[in-house]
């Protein structure tokens, strides 16, 4: 009986409880549950070992400011050994998107606050395009 107990329990804590599944487009994709429907607005994850590999979904990585304009020479959120990440439906405004990594959906754009308040899009250099809510 003890056996089986045992073997139970392995079967229990060996379910991956750090991932779920979500339909998109009729497929399910696995996301992480760690990095998934969160706010990491202004925030870093230069210190995370576990972002090689995954799917994120619905969250929010967005920076205030492009990385050309901080007084740094860049900027990362994501550590530059990540090869292949993909990110669903997530809010990437200002973050840097290497070559590789697949965005499906959310939003990606370059914009900054201006003197009048409002938020522009900017071109790849700095440059207004036009206003973000018009």
């Known amino acids: 009986m003890r056996y089986w107990l045992i073997l139970f329990l392995l079967t229990i804590v060996s379910f991956d409880c750090f991932a779920y599944k979500i339909q998109y487009n009729s497929e399910f994709i696995e996301v992480s549950d760690k990095y998934s429907s969160k706010d990491f607005t202004n ?20 920076k205030e400011l492009p990385s050309s304009y901080t007084n740094q020479s860049y900027v990362s959120v994501f550590p530059d050994n990540v090869i292949k990440i993909t990110f669903v439906n997530c809010n990437l405004d200002n973050v840097f998107i290497k070559a590789g990594w697949v965005v499906i959906g959310g939003t990606h754009r370059k914009f900054r606050v201006q003197s009048d308040g409002k938020d522009w899009v900017l071109d790849i250099d700095g440059t207004k395009q036009g206003k973000v809510n018009p």
């Open 43 to 62: 925030r870093t994850l230069l210190d995370a070992k576990d972002l090689e590999g995954i799917t994120i979904f619905g969250s929010c990585f967005s």
